[in-house]
């Protein structure tokens, strides 16, 4: 995996790839359909997937390792949140990754213009890219609901090798997505709810929508490891802080933090914001639970001019946040949280 020489040609790894021209990666089955131009010219490279349809990405037996998985499909916002991927390891009958399409391809509220991180590239018209390594030991199963009430069209392909020698303490991929629409004053938004075993929490996509005027980046980041109970053991200075940013939030999407996209153009506390944090130089792992929040705390009026100032405006505030959470961990693993219904994850897009 991160470790393999890229010059090492004695491995036992196989290259393969789905996508329908070859639905099931088999060697040498790909590209068989046939289009008016004849057989293998391009005879089956999209489809158009129905309302309320749920069509298989991937089946794959293993052990393996999907590598990358590319998709494009309509370039609307409810596309990209009524749209969910879901993902099955192992034989496990429920889903370790649920969420919306843009979130888990790494950005908030269905928009984002071109950027890269360490987990995720996007291009101009929306052409998504999704890098974090994704290991099984017997099966992986991929799966894309249209939620939607209309069809939207689908282009996708997923890379993985076979003959992967995981050991028994590998992880399998896991995310979630998380909406309130608006959050509750003084309750701190959930980016991942308690989880229990061991693992290693990468990192989440956040989506803002400020609902009010002034600053609403004020609140710290907190993450419960091993057994904490009121206090973190992992506690930051402020939203945009958490994502390595300072004094609001500037777009510039970094390898392992940053902000993809910033609806102002200036610096208006107005405007939604879609940014993400990687722990991949730094990890955050945990060995009984782990629990990961953010408060919504804001500027309220008058004029800050030191820190007794500052204190003193701080405000609570119900905004709306979204979160799409990824970590490893061991399988069978506990069910995901519920993820909102279409309704509620498309309120208030666009398109």
């Known amino acids: 995996m991160a470790g393999e020489a890229l010059y090492d040609l004695g491995g036992a790894l196989e290259t393969r790839s789905i996508c329908f021209e070859n639905p099931t990666g088999a060697r040498g089955a790909g590209g068989q359909a046939a289009s008016p131009l004849g057989v293998g010219r391009k005879g089956d490279p999209a489809r158009t997937i129905g309302a309320g349809e749920t069509v298989t990405l991937a089946d794959i037996e293993g ?52 950027f890269q991180s360490h987990a995720h590239t996007v291009g101009e018209r929306y052409a998504l890219n999704l890098w974090l390594p994704m290991p099984f030991a017997r099966r992986a199963r991929l799966t894309l609901t249209n939620e939607l009430s209309r069809p939207i069209p689908l282009f996708y392909q997923v890379d993985y090798t076979l003959g992967d020698a995981h050991g028994g303490e590998v992880g399998r991929l896991h995310a979630a997505f998380a909406r309130s629409n608006p959050t509750t004053p003084g309750r701190d938004f959930e980016i991942l709810p308690k989880r229990e075993g061991r693992g290693r929490y990468l990192g989440a996509v956040i989506g803002v929508r400020p609902l009010a005027g002034r600053w609403w980046g004020e609140g710290e980041a907190k993450i419960f490891l091993d057994g904490d109970g009121d206090f973190p053991s992992v506690c930051g200075t402020g939203s945009e802080d958490y994502v390595g940013l300072s004094y609001g939030l500037q777009p510039t999407p970094f390898a392992f933090h940053g902000c993809n996209w910033r609806e102002a153009d200036d610096m208006s506390d107005t405007g939604r914001v879609s940014m993400y944090r990687w722990h991949v130089p730094d990890p955050v792992v945990w060995r009984q639970d782990i629990r990961v929040t953010i408060q919504q705390i804001g500027l309220g009026e008058g004029t800050v001019t030191d820190m007794e100032t500052y204190k003193a405006a701080l405000v609570e505030r119900a905004d709306d946040w979204s979160a799409c959470a990824f970590w490893y961990e061991a399988v069978p693993s506990a069910r995901l949280p519920p993820m909102p219904d279409v309704a509620a994850r498309t309120a208030d897009l666009p398109g």
């Open 63 to 114: 052990p393996g390792t999907i590598r990358h998985i590319w998709l494009t499909s309509g370039q609307s916002p409810k596309v990209f949140r009524g749209a969910v991927v879901r993902a099955y390891w192992d034989g496990q009958e429920h889903p370790s990754i649920e969420a919306p399409l843009g979130d888990l391809f790494g950005f908030a509220h269905g928009r984002t213009p071109p």
